[in-house]
């Protein structure tokens, strides 16, 4: 009974330091980096708007002629264009970094 419980105890202690020579292998883990997106200047701003008294030619107490308005409001939808056009573009920057399609600048 002595010698099988020796026998048991030398075969627990051999598995038990099996087990700490088995050293896993290392995993490296790359950690993600923040990719701050790149938006050009001319994105970042709309043009200025236009000024009314630039396109009305009469006197400021006479009333404004129609062409005269009707220029204006095409320049003021002008400028909304522009805006519109920057800002889906600014949105589609920051889209594929989001998406992390885009190259980090």
């Excluded at 995993?27 to 630039?54: A, G, M, T």
């Excluded at 308005?69 to 805006?83: M, Q």
Aim: hydrophobic residues 30%.
């Amino acid at each position: 009974m002595m010698v099988r419980s020796l026998l048991c105890c030398a075969a627990l202690s051999m598995l038990l330091t099996g087990c700490s020579w088995f050293q896993p292998e290392e995993k490296i883990i790359e950690k993600p980096y923040p990719v701050v997106p790149h938006v050009p200047e001319s994105l970042r701003s709309c043009p200025d708007l236009p000024k009314s008294y630039d396109y009305v030619t009469s006197k400021p107490e006479e009333p404004a002629w129609q062409s005269e308005v009707s220029w204006y409001v095409t320049d003021l939808h002008e400028v909304a264009r522009t805006c519109r056009s920057n800002l889906r573009g600014v949105d589609n920057i920051l889209d594929e970094a989001e998406s992390g399609s885009g190259s980090p600048r």
